[in-house]
């Protein structure tokens, strides 16, 4: 696909960190699978991939991370 952001790369499988912020709480994940632009390196993650990114991340919320670094595992 076409990157929208830089509009002139395309975008290949691959991974990613991602991080997530709610209040004062900072979720990291890493080696997140998502289609990344070759030439600006913005990344597009699927949503099936996203919802399971938010709802980890609600959990560490709910469990008191203040920082937490997790690998994603599909």
Known sequence: MKCVICRHGE??????TVSLQRGEATVIFKEVPAD???NCGEYYVPDDV???LLARAEEAVAHGAE????????
Do not use: K, N
């Open 11 to 16: 975008t290949t499988p691959g991974t990613v």
């Open 36 to 38: 990344v632009c070759e």
């Open 50 to 52: 996203a919802d399971r």
């Open 67 to 74: 920082i937490e670094v997790l690998h994603y595992a599909a």
